[in-house]
């Protein structure tokens, strides 16, 4: 079926440093990827998505690549700030009838430390 | 502003009472939805609805129920059925019902803690 894994946590970064979240995902057909992020004691907020491969969304500094070659969509940003921490959800969705079809990750959370 | 309301966003309860957490919405949205949020399990749905009068059962609708009487609303009642209600409550809604291209928006979310 349907599923999406992404790189567990929890991952503890300093300020400035890289960032990536692997997100791989098994889908048939041809989904939309997204990643959500939550910040503490809040609901998730849309942070970036991508509908057809190669595609590149971006947002606030992040950036993820729709690779349908590997199946992947992972998460990046150059430079992370302590504003950052917060966890990384990374979704799939098709098209398709009925509303269940939107697949999350089991999210990843992500400290930086100043 | 447009967005989802949840409230309350702290509740506690006692075992073998029935509580209902309230989702509204104001952006005009047909789809909305229920999950269920664990530490290290990501969101698993309980109910969904894409119209008004209608509601379809998710992944783990096993001691809730739902109504959606209006288009704006979509309120959950955890049931004393539910053996393991302890949890993080998300509501969230889309615009048409099929798309895979449209995005979910979240509301802050009702901590429920049973005693």
């Known amino acids: 079926g349907d599923s999406v894994t992404q790189m567990e946590g929890p991952v503890t970064l300093s300020e400035e440093a890289f960032l990536t979240i692997n997100c791989t995902y098994t889908a048939t057909g041809y989904p939309s990827l997204f990643w959500y992020v939550q910040y503490p004691g809040e609901g998730l907020q849309l942070l970036l998505k991508?509908?057809?491969?190669?595609d590149k969304g971006s947002n606030k500094g992040f950036e993820a690549t729709y690779r349908k070659e590997t199946t992947s969509f992972h998460l990046e940003k150059g430079s992370v700030q302590v504003s950052d921490s917060a966890v990384y959800f990374c979704a799939l969705r098709k098209g398709q009838t009925g509303a269940n079809n939107l697949f999350f990750g089991t999210g990843t959370r992500l400290t930086v430390i100043p | 502003d447009g967005g989802i309301t949840q409230s309350p966003k702290y509740l506690f309860r006692k075992e073998g009472q029935n509580v209902t957490l309230s989702c509204e919405q104001n952006?005009?949205?047909?789809?909305m939805y229920w999950y269920r949020q664990d530490p290290g399990q990501g969101l698993r749905l309980i109910y969904y609805s894409q119209i008004v009068n209608d509601f379809q059962k998710g992944d783990i609708a096993e001691g809730y129920s739902v109504s959606r009487e209006k288009k704006e609303s979509f309120p959950l009642t955890v049931t004393s059925a539910q053996k393991n209600p302890t949890a993080f409550y998300l509501c969230a809604s889309s615009m048409g019902r099929t798309s895979g291209a449209n995005v979910l928006t979240f509301g802050a979310g009702s901590r429920l803690t049973v005693l």
């Open positions: 991508a509908t057809k491969a190669d």
């Open positions: 952006l005009n949205h047909d789809a």
